[in-house]
């Protein structure tokens, strides 16, 4: 039975809760053994199309826990593959969103990032404070800075360790989209739903297009597109989906 990891499942959509309120959500190894459980069974669940990943108390995840962290070897790093949970998000078959309220920090920061989307409230704080504790983000901080907000964005947060404004965040394209504060779960959840309407071959082609596609040369990345493109054709998804626009009438997908 998990003690600090819950999950809900709204029709298709899968919401999983981290619940640590005490310490703001922080990750220790325990809820990143207990996370990495719930998202492996939501992706296994046939029911489910998207799943929502958020916090309790009024916060996504405020960081790593520093307390566990701090005695750890490069050994343990190892051993423990601390980072295993943002490698299960990265490559999860099925759409992730991150619904962040309050603080997203460090490997909170990190963990939302290695998601699909982020629905933030316009009060949420983001950031990657690692160098003020002598280390520096190891779970896709810099890289996923690098590449959504750029060089001089990436660096002045990395290197200040400065909380990123949720606003802020939005206008660097770290963000999907702003809501008020107590929405971001609702509006994920809103969002996650769409996405389950969807066809659900053409949403993994769309997803596989984007990892693969961002770190390729563009002539490389449009291929891959063309390829995925090709393929769907053929789906009865596909045919079901064209059919019934033609018929004017709601498509019946069966992701096959």
């Given amino acids: 039975m998990a003690e600090f990891v819950a999950t809900e499942i709204r029709d298709a959509v899968a919401i999983v809760r981290i619940e640590r309120a005490a310490r703001r959500n922080a990750l220790n190894l325990q809820v990143k053994t207990e996370l990495i459980a719930a998202l492996q069974a939501a ?13 309790s108390g009024g916060y996504f ?16 790093h190892q051993r423990l593959d601390t980072d295993r949970v943002f490698h299960v998000v990265r490559q999860s078959p099925k759409p992730v969103i991150a619904a962040v309220e309050g603080y997203a920090l460090g490997g909170g920061c990190e963990l939302a990032l290695a998601c699909d989307l982020i629905v933030a409230a316009e009060d949420a704080r983001f950031g990657q404070p690692e160098i003020r504790v002598g280390i520096m983000p190891g779970a896709g901080g810099t890289q996923r800075l690098l590449r959504a907000a750029g060089r001089y964005k990436a660096l002045l947060w990395t290197l200040t360790g400065d909380h990123i404004p949720a606003g802020d965040a939005y206008a660097a394209n770290l963000v999907s989209r702003l809501v008020p504060p107590g929405d971001a779960l609702e509006e994920a959840v809103r969002i996650a739903a769409q996405i389950a309407t969807m066809p659900p071959l053409a949403v993994q082609a769309i997803r596989e297009a984007m990892r693969l596609g961002a770190d390729v ?13 090709e393929r769907l054709f053929d789906s009865a998804d596909q045919r079901e989906g064209m059919q019934a626009f033609l ?9 096959r």
Wanted: aromatic share 4%; glycine share 8%; with cysteine.
């Fill in 43 to 55: 992706c296994a669940d046939p029911a489910v199309a998207a799943i929502v990943l958020t916090g």
């Fill in 61 to 76: 995840v405020a960081g790593t826990d520093i307390g566990e962290m701090a005695t750890l070897s490069p050994t343990d």
């Fill in 217 to 229: 040369p563009l002539e490389t990345a449009l291929s891959l597109e063309r390829r995925l493109f």
């Fill in 247 to 255: 018929d004017k009438r709601a498509p019946r997908y069966i992701g």
